[in-house]
């Protein structure tokens, strides 16, 4: 087991090596506007997993996909070239589901603004129930006698 450090340095590394190769450029038209956004490398630095994003529509996130996929043996090759281990880890790539997740929660977080906004709304109209102070105050004597 390697130390958590030096694998959080590593997978650093590997996403600095990888995104700098994808920003010159790989000779697969297919590819499209990727954006490296994090590595996980596994305990024994064996195995690392490439968080990436893609600007566009489905389609081309597909086509994105399998440029990747076909290019992971020279994209693993430059991160040996690079990379000061015995070893070079495994690389796989891996949508990463931030943009989506991101939309998710801006729309709840617009259906929680309308619904406050509707709570708002019925609160000014609003009657209390009951009394107003619906706390028992000590009585006066005076009040208990007529």
Do not use: C, W
């Amino acid at each position: 087991m390697a130390d958590g450090t030096r694998a959080a340095k590593m997978a650093d590394r590997i996403k600095e090596i990888v995104a700098r190769r994808l920003e010159r450029g790989i000779r697969d038209p297919r590819l499209g506007f990727v954006t490296i956004t994090d590595v996980r490398l596994t305990g024994d630095l064996q195995h690392a997993s490439v968080f990436y994003t893609v600007y566009g529509t489905d389609e081309e996130r597909a086509d994105s996909a399998a440029a990747l996929k076909a290019a992971t043996g020279m994209l693993r090759t430059e991160v040996g070239r690079n990379l000061t281990a015995r070893l070079t880890p495994s690389l796989e790539f891996v949508p990463d589901a931030v943009p989506e997740n991101a939309a998710q929660i801006e729309s709840l977080l617009q259906e929680a603004r309308q619904r406050d906004e509707a709570s708002r709304a019925l609160a000014q109209n609003a009657q209390y129930a009951g009394d107003e102070d619906p706390y028992v105050k000590p009585r006066d004597l005076e009040d208990d006698e007529r």
